[in-house]
T-cell receptor
Framework: DTAVSQTPKYLVTQMGNDKSIKCEQN?????MYWYKQDSKKFLKIMFS???????INETVPNRFSPKSPDKAHLNLHINSLELGDSAVYFC???????????FGPGTRLTVL | GQQVMQIPQYQHVQEGEDFTTYCNSS?????IQWYKQRPGGHPVFLIQ?????EVKKQKRLTFQFGEAKKNSSLHITATQTTDVGTYFC??????????FGGGTRLMVKP
């Protein structure tokens, strides 16, 4: 069984479109995250969601909005996609503070 | 805010040579974690260091946590082609989020 899963694996879309990426974890973890990894491999934290508490990285544009229907899911919705949004987006989860993180396989987003 | 710097950014080695990557935090950490990301893959947890001056080994990999809990290193002895990937350190200050270093991309020539 996959611990942290993401869909879709690849997403190719036009500028200006709205898209969503889904993430599910079956580990029973309390905390979930979204990361953006650019072409230089920098892993930038975007959001942290812990027991309905959302922590936002201030540098993330408000076109990005996380949605958590329950503890096992954290989806990422992106409005008005821009070229600079092209990257690999990773979902991750962990049981709580001071524990390791488990990453999903990633979603490669390409904005044309 | 907390910053975690990692050097070098890239390292090419001949198979059999040793490799070291260094990580420095701008603040004292509760712990530090190391992850490995294979090309085309996702980051995978390797180890966590908690105590000041801690040293841990995993086969050919040796991890150290500095006395001041602000720096760390990963040393690989006698690299193999299977070691190829990007190695990330991540600082944990007991908040909700890890702060990742920029990563060191290791390339091994057979």
């Amino acid at each position: 069984d996959t611990a942290v899963s993401q869909t879709p694996k690849y997403l190719v879309t036009q500028m200006g479109n709205d898209k969503s990426i889904k993430c599910e974890q079956n580990l029973g973890h309390d905390t979930m995250y979204w990361y953006k990894q650019d072409s230089k491999k920098f892993l930038k934290i975007m959001f942290s969601y812990n027991n309905k508490e959302l922590i936002i990285n201030e540098t993330v544009p408000n076109r990005f909005s996380p949605k958590s229907p329950d503890k096992a899911h954290l989806n990422l919705h992106i409005n008005s996609l821009e070229l600079g949004d092209s990257a690999v987006y990773f979902c991750a989860s962990r049981p709580g503070r001071l524990y390791e993180q488990f990453f999903g396989p990633g979603t490669r987003l390409t904005v044309l | 805010g907390q910053q975690v710097m990692q050097i070098p950014q890239y390292q090419h080695v001949q198979e059999g040579e040793d490799f070291t990557t260094y990580c420095n935090s701008s603040t004292t950490l509760s712990n530090i974690q190391w992850y490995k990301q294979r090309p085309g893959g996702h980051p995978v947890f390797l180890i966590q260091l908690v105590k000041s001056g801690e040293v841990k080994k995993q086969k050919r990999l040796t991890f150290q946590f500095g006395e001041a809990k602000k720096n760390s290193s990963l040393h690989i002895t006698a690299t193999q082609t299977t070691d190829v990937g990007t190695y990330f350190c991540a600082g944990d200050n007991a908040g909700n989020m890890l702060t990742f270093g920029g990563g060191t991309r290791l390339m091994v020539k057979p």
